[in-house]
């Protein structure tokens, strides 16, 4: 059984130890800040869709670096409504993204699906496919393609206001 002054000395010691850990993520986060700031926007497209009693409006930022921010709000007729940023690229003519999202007003908890959308006609079709998680991530499964067929959220694009 461990004494409380060998508890102590072992939370300092823990402390301690992670001291360089805390100051080296708080040195890559102002790095990504410098770079972001940088990075500035070249192109903003909203995009609205509705299906049944569900809608959805999507805010695509596109930098000058080619990665792509936003913002994205599905209200479904008969649950809460999730909200949240996108982020992510297309590659060729798909837009593959993170959503980082909260539902209904609970804003403690935050969930974070991969989206993918065609574009099309311009329009931004939402894809559906297969998803799996590794170490708390989740991926579209590779090698599995994603139905643009089988989405129910078609996005006309809209005047931003």
Known sequence: MLKTHDMKRNFIYLVLAALPFAYACN???SDSNSKTKTDSVVKEAC???AFEK???AIIVNTMASG???GSLLIKYGNKPQNNGKIDGKFSGDTLYVDYRFNTGKDSTRVFTNPLAFLKKDGKL???VGQIETTLGRSY???GKPINYEAGK???T???CK
């Open 47 to 49: 995009y609205a869709a």
């Open 67 to 69: 990665k792509v921010t």
């Open 125 to 127: 079709i939402m894809g």
């Open 54 to 56: 569900d809608s959805a």
């Open 153 to 155: 959220f078609i996005f």
């Open 27 to 29: 040195q890559n986060k």
């Open 157 to 159: 694009e809209v005047n």
């Open 140 to 142: 579209f499964v590779k």
